[in-house]
């Protein structure tokens, strides 16, 4: 099969909410990251050129918010069940044929991420003005926090959604504040260890430490405030926050051009000199989110050099293509995560992420698509390690028709 019709092929697999929900872990069914809120914005991006996509988008929506009614709390965030449903929605609908088929519940849903944003901010606003020590992921990165949730009210406001603002500039501002240089010892997004995630907590030391990736670290804010500053939504101080987001990649940007996936407080007192440690090739943690971040910042600085030194760090890269460790061919941290973020900036990336891409699919997988998760293969149907993002990547990667959208889909991901 070609390109375009191994998206279909996968999509059509997907077309049953049953089977997706079934298929899903059990944890994540009513979730973006890994349920029914992800294929629905397959079936959404779609729905221009078969009917029978248009309906399966409502249908997973529907059975989307009748999970999520009883789902377990998984965070406030755009990956988890209600902010899920809702950043599909807002993205999602745009494509349908008849976007007002869905009106009220994307109005719904650009309010509540909103008032979760504004939530969240005022959150950390009590954190800075009370000196706590004790930030976590959830308040700002891309997946549970003000990065993917400000990314999404943006996506909304060029949709003509008012409702949006108040919890954007209340995201921007935060960010903003976040990403300043304070003259502290740490920067703003420092988090102890034991405010990490268990597994990450393990590989640290006990004096915390600066993420840099962009589904968790320091490329995720300043890929929304580079990005807010290009559509013309902007607050005070905003420039410089960018400025010095880039600075302190430069600063920690080793001479082989990657990143370490975290900075530790140890790192931070002894200086950068330093051997890189983690991912080098994914979207969440490496040299492509970082670099698809920096890019954007490039533009809103207008700053040309910035964007050569970015563009030399993909290549490098690209160069080193045989040895990626992207695992499969899903969005985290496989292959179509790394096409995404090279598209449009280094060809040659792209094209040895695609071809990774349809060399790791399997037609004996029930979705094509096996997800690879330490070294273990899954049959994952969602959006961020499954099928449905996969899917999403293909259909871009040969232009399948779609009806045009403010905002693409992959705003999920900070990329556009």
Not at 101 to 107: F, Y
Not at 325 to 334: F, K, M
Not at 389 to 413: F, I, N, Q
């Amino acid at each position: 099969m070609n390109i375009a019709d191994t998206a279909l092929a996968i999509a059509e697999r997907l077309l049953d909410p049953q089977r997706v929900a079934t298929s899903a872990p059990s944890y994540g069914v009513a979730t973006l990251a890994d349920g029914l809120p992800g294929t629905a914005l397959l079936h959404a991006r779609l729905s221009n050129i078969d009917p029978v996509f248009d309906a399966a988008a409502t249908a997973h929506w529907a059975a989307a918010a009748q999970h999520a009614a009883g789902a377990p709390d998984m965070g406030d965030g755009i990956y988890g069940a209600i902010g899920g449903l809702a950043a599909s929605l807002i993205l999602g609908s745009p494509y349908l044929p008849d976007p007002d088929a869905t009106a009220r519940a994307t109005d719904r849903s650009v309010r509540w991420l909103s008032s979760r944003a504004v939530d969240i901010a005022a959150h950390y606003t009590t954190f800075v003005e009370t000196g706590d020590s004790a930030i976590a992921w959830h308040v700002y990165d891309t997946i549970s926090g003000l990065a993917g949730i400000g990314r999404i009210l943006l996506a909304a406001m060029a949709s003509g959604h008012t409702s949006a603002e108040p919890g954007l500039v209340a995201a921007l501002t935060a960010l903003t504040t976040m990403l300043t240089d304070h003259g502290a010892s740490r920067p703003g997004w420092w988090v102890p260890t034991d405010h990490h995630p268990t597994v990450v907590a393990s590989r640290l030391d006990n004096t915390g430490a600066a993420d840099t990736g962009l589904a968790h670290g320091v490329a995720g804010p300043l890929a929304l405030l580079s990005l807010a500053s290009l559509a013309g939504q902007t607050v005070t101080g905003q420039e410089t926050a960018i400025r010095h987001a880039v600075s302190w990649l430069d600063l920690w940007r080793a001479v082989d051009h990657g990143w370490p996936d975290q900075v530790t407080g140890r790192d931070l007192d002894n200086g950068s000199d330093m051997v890189p440690q983690g991912r080098s090739a994914a979207w969440c943690y490496g040299v492509p989110g970082i670099t698809r971040s920096l890019m954007h910042a490039a533009q809103a600085l207008d700053d040309a050099r910035l964007a050569e030194t970015t563009r030399a760090d993909l290549a490098q890269l690209g160069a080193q293509h045989a040895g990626w460790d992207a695992a499969g061919p899903t969005l985290c941290h496989g292959q179509a995560g790394v096409l995404r973020c090279a598209t449009g900036i280094d060809a040659g990336v792209a094209e040895h992420a695609a071809a990774g891409v349809t060399q790791s699919l399997n037609p004996d997988r029930p979705f094509l698509v096996e997800h690879l998760e330490h070294g273990i293969g899954h049959d994952n149907p969602g959006f961020l390690t499954g099928a449905a993002g996969v899917a999403l990547a293909l259909s871009e990667v040969v232009a399948l028709p779609a009806r045009p959208a403010a905002t693409s889909w992959d705003a999920l991901l900070l990329i556009t």
